[in-house]
């Protein structure tokens, strides 16, 4: 039996999106468990510096130039990632993007963005590695969406779908994928204190702080928070999961 702090031992992840914020907090507790992970993200330099921080301590990462976006760029580092690390047993859908305004004020270039990196960038990824972990029928696919595809999100609407979207998506794959033994589960943030959300909001200060008053545990979330539910639907614990959305928000949501 694997101790908790052993259990991805060997394992080989590839994280999305980890160049900071949530992301680079996944890859701290992959690598932390054992795995050697791949810190993929537009921001190479960022990326590099998180990998580096993960070799100090003593674990194995490389930092990968990654656009979600282009899915021939998601299969040229998953290429990459095989070479240098190994087969890989873990993809983390995380890379993500969100411009808030009010959805009749949003132009279709915009919603093309959000539509690239939060929807179709988790196509991208997941049709550049499923069928190599598909070929060995092993494989955990975490996909980072939010509670705002479950339950909407005022000014998000293009990307709430986007989120929603995931959720389906990843029902589906976890079907299709399920006799090559393969978990495909989706992970919900609440508001979450990172780059991402210190932008969305900037000037509304305010607002987040009424937020954090509406949450059950009375806190905005931190990355380090999503990070052991992403490590467990990571691992062999989760070996019977599939199909599943997990909120990690305080509480935020409890959707049925
Ligand atoms: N922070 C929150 O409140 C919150 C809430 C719900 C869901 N989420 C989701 O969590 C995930 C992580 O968000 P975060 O808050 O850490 O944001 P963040 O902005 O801190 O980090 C996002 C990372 O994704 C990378 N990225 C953006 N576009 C990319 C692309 N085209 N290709 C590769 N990498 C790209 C960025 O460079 C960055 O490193 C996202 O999917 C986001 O939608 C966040």
């Known amino acids: 039996m694997p101790t908790a702090i052993s259990r991805l031992q060997g394992k080989v992840a590839i994280v999305t999106g980890a160049a900071q914020g949530i992301g680079r907090a996944i890859a701290m507790r992959l690598a932390a468990e054992g795995a050697a992970v791949a810190i ?14 993960i070799r100090s301590s003593g674990a194995k990462a490389i930092a990968v130039a990654l656009d979600v976006t282009k899915f021939d760029d998601a299969v040229r580092a998953a290429d990459m990632v095989e070479k240098e690390l190994g087969p890989i047993d873990i993809l983390v859908n995380n890379a993500g993007w969100d411009k808030l305004e009010p959805f009749v004020n949003s132009s279709p270039e915009t919603w093309d963005k959000i539509i690239a990196i939060n929807y179709r960038g988790v196509l991208n990824c997941c049709r550049a590695i499923a069928p190599k972990m598909q070929a060995r029928s092993s494989g955990k696919i975490v996909s980072i969406a939010s509670d705002a595809g479950r339950v909407g999100s005022t000014g998000e609407a293009v990307y709430a779908g986007c989120k929603a979207g995931i959720i389906g998506f990843s029902k589906t794959l976890a079907r299709e994928l399920a006799r090559n033994r393969i978990n495909v589960n989706v992970v919900c943030p609440g508001p979450t204190k990172t ?57 935020l949501t409890m959707a049925g």
């Open 40 to 53: 993929a993200d537009v921001l190479e330099d960022a990326a590099e510096r998180t990998a580096a921080e």
């Open 195 to 251: 780059a991402l959300l210190r932008e969305a909001m900037a000037g509304r200060e305010g607002v987040l702080e009424a937020m954090a008053k509406g949450i059950p545990f009375r806190r905005l979330g931190q990355p380090e928070d999503l990070a052991g539910a992403v490590a467990f639907l990571a691992s062999s614990d989760a070996d019977y999961v599939t199909g599943q959305v997990l909120s990690v928000s305080g509480g």
